[in-house]
């Protein structure tokens, strides 16, 4: 049998570049006091939630702090739009629709560059040209934030084709790290002190939640294919449609949309006027109404990715076109109606699941303080399985390479 030195170098590549992201997120962007920085940017607490889910680094800005965020919201977003069916985004090539993505990706961490920047700039030192009287120390450091996340890009897609774990690989160190700090601080509002106990319960909680969310991962109905007049007297051929057709996006995103409004009206006139102190009151996870509103946005956004992902009406084109077919059901439309109707109830399903497991430490958090934070606890774990799973796959198929020894002298 041979050395498998190609998952070797893979493996060595990923290191690497997660070595490299590190270090990336620790390199201060010239002109920023860290310190004061950090201490600006406590105070809004979506950026430390989005770090959870993303495995950045928003508490200060370096060079890399963006991490993965910009590129994974731009995926989402073409995602979205080639489930429209748009001709024109159909056709485009691959190069292109890369290119346009990137693009994207671009605009996107400068958005949120300029906001990380703008809440930190009073610890931002003056920068100007000689004679000059205009500031540039505020469009230095947001330029410097936006080719640090490019790089990041890089470093993925870099990961993607000849490391291993796909380009989300690189935020799993970051997921890993940020669990004490999310347990502790959670949501900016109930500390959890990390006692003996209170570790020792969230290491049950986790050894629960994996047992739940393992199956769930892996979990798929197949709807087996055939094709007219070809029988096969191998492996029948199927369509998978996964049991959690969204993955962990829900989790990666939901807390971000509940607390950004709070965020707003916290930071505004809007706190002193009914509208803000409505919003207040239904993102606040301390109360049931706040409770609610979590639970209807990670369903929501279940329902959204589940669609961009799957999306049944590119599945019955794409059978169609092929040539295949799903036994029983005719081509067309029957087979988009056929698709869609077992992937609304399976998704039900699964975020019927997701709902109550999410939903418990919220609830038990109303009478014990600092239970809440489990809930983001739950949906790191959810993101790491996700991760994980890929890459135990990919690890598996690169081992198992080289025992094919048919042409091998």
């Known amino acids: 049998m041979k050395t498998n030195h190609d998952l070797l170098k893979r493996c060595l590549t990923t290191m690497m570049l997660v070595a490299i992201l590190a270090l990336g997120q620790q390199i201060p962007i010239p002109g920023y006091d860290l310190t004061a920085a950090s201490d600006a940017l406590a105070k ?7 770090s959870y889910a993303t495995g950045g680094a928003l508490g200060a800005p370096t060079l890399m702090s963006l991490g993965l965020g910009p590129y994974m919201t731009a995926l989402i977003l073409w995602q979205a739009l080639s489930s429209l069916g748009i001709p024109a985004v159909d056709k485009l090539s691959m190069r292109t629709a890369g290119f346009i993505q990137n693009g994207i990706t671009a605009v996107l961490a400068l958005v949120q560059g300029f906001e990380m920047l703008w809440l930190s700039r009073s610890a931002l030192t003056p920068l100007y040209l000689p004679g000059g009287s205009y500031d540039f120390s505020f469009l230095v450091a947001l330029l410097i934030l936006t080719a640090g996340a490019m790089l990041v890009v890089y470093l ?8 291993i774990g796909s380009t989300v690989m690189l935020i799993l160190p970051g997921l ?28 049950v909680v986790g050894v629960i939640v994996l047992l739940v969310a393992v199956p769930l991962n ?18 029948k051929p199927y369509l998978p449609l996964p049991f959690l057709t969204a993955g962990s996006m829900p989790f990666m995103f939901s807390t971000m949309v509940f607390t950004i409004p709070q965020t707003v009206v916290q930071a505004t006139n809007l ?12 993102t606040d996870y301390l109360n049931w109404r706040g409770i609610i509103t979590y639970g209807v946005i990670l369903v929501l956004l279940g329902f959204v990715f589940g669609f961009v992902n799957f999306q049944p009406s590119k ?10 077919y799903i036994a029983g059901v005719m081509p067309g439309d029957d087979t988009e109606a056929f698709l869609t109707h077992h992937f609304l109830w399976l998704t039900v ?4 699941i997701i709902f109550v497991i999410a939903l418990i430490p919220l609830v038990i958090g109303l009478y014990v303080k600092g239970v809440s934070n489990y809930t983001l606890l739950i949906g790191n774990l959810f993101i790491m399985i996700t991760i ?5 796959q990919q690890f598996q198929a690169l081992r198992l390479k080289n025992q094919y020894q048919l042409f091998d002298e």
């Open 44 to 50: 809004f607490q979506f950026l430390k939630v989005f």
């Open 156 to 163: 993925a897609l870099y990961n993607a084709d000849h490391g």
């Open 176 to 203: 890993i790290l940020n669990i004490p700090n999310m347990l502790q601080n959670g949501w900016g509002h109930s500390p959890y002190p990390l006692t003996p106990e209170h570790i020792a319960t969230a290491c």
């Open 218 to 235: 892996y979990g798929e109905i197949r709807f087996e294919l055939q094709k007219p007049m070809l029988e096969s007297a191998f492996s």
């Open 271 to 282: 706190r002193f006027s009914k509208i803000g102190q409505g919003i207040l009151a239904w």
């Open 315 to 324: 599945q019955a084109k794409t059978l169609k076109e092929s040539g295949d």
């Open 349 to 352: 399903i699964g975020n019927s």
């Open 388 to 392: 994980i799973s890929t890459v135990v």
